[in-house]
């Protein structure tokens, strides 16, 4: 968490509160969220920079300034927010942005898991992270001939590999029990054994379960919200994520959790047989 739904979610607020404003200062209380380039330099480069747009990749923010990109992960529990100048830095805010009309964007992270780059615009699609990513899921280069070439060597389980960002982007732990029980595929299925139909199924369900929850706001388990008052509504259509021992939608099966690859998964054994 957040996962993509709750990136595009951040990315709209964020439009609404920060375009157009002019970055004249910037503070740094935990240079390590900073894994490009050094803090110093960071400091120096993007002070003068005005954000004109926001946009996503995956799980990552893009602020397009005027000569970078400022990339943000959020991780588990990163947040922005609103602040004016005169407001007390809390102790979670860890790097707060200071704009000509002396507001500032303020990224509070408990956990301090989240990580920012600062990378030059014209070097964007060539360096880490952005290089690595895979499609995204809307695009039409996502097809079953893309993920069988991807998947054919592949003798994981389904529910580890499209976790996979450099297949496809932006689907996390919620999503994948959710995109696997409507495609009705065991998550324990090796994926070079998946059909075509089955493949099929991972990319219409990844589009319809990812528009839902971007529509809805994204979901909002434990700590996130995308902003201040702003808490996704999702939560209300999960089928299986987090609904263990609970009857099944569809079947009234009880809904199991196991560990794969470290991760809890939910799914349903009648409806999603190996």
């Not at 008052?229 to 999960?238: A, D, M, S, T, Y």
Request: with cysteine; charged share 30%.
């Amino acid at each position: 968490m957040p996962e993509l739904p709750e990136v595009e979610t951040v990315k709209n607020t964020l439009k609404g509160q920060v375009l157009n404003k002019k970055i004249v200062g910037v503070n740094i209380f935990y240079p390590n969220l900073i894994e490009f380039p050094t803090a110093d330099k960071f400091k120096r480069q993007i002070i003068n920079q005005t954000i004109n747009d926001i946009k996503r990749r995956g799980k990552w923010l893009m602020f397009e300034l005027d000569d970078y990109f400022l990339l943000s992960h959020l991780r588990m529990e990163g947040k922005y927010l609103i602040r004016q100048k005169s407001d007390e830095v809390t102790k979670h805010e860890h790097i707060s942005f200071l704009f000509s009309d002396n507001t500032e964007l303020r990224y509070q992270d408990t956990r301090k898991f989240g990580r920012m780059h600062l990378i030059k615009k014209e070097e964007i699609n060539d360096r880490k992270p952005i290089n690595e990513l895979g499609l995204e899921p809307w695009d039409s280069n996502l097809n079953v001939s893309y993920l069988k070439e991807k998947y054919k060597t592949k003798k994981l389980p389904i529910k580890t590999v499209i976790l996979d960002q450099s297949i496809i982007v932006g689907i996390g732990n919620i999503y994948a029990d959710e995109i696997l029980f409507l495609s009705h595929i065991n998550p324990l299925k090796k994926c070079a054994n998946l059909t075509d139909s089955e493949l099929q199924s991972i990319i219409d369900n990844t589009k319809k379960v990812l528009d839902l929850a971007i529509k809805d706001g994204g979901t909002t388990i434990r700590s996130y919200t995308s902003s201040e008052g702003v808490h996704g509504r999702f939560q209300q259509n999960l089928k299986v994520h987090n609904k263990e021992n609970t009857p099944c939608s569809v079947c009234h099966t009880n809904i199991i959790k196991i560990r794969i690859g470290g991760r809890g998964t939910c799914y349903c054994e009648n409806c999603q047989k190996l």
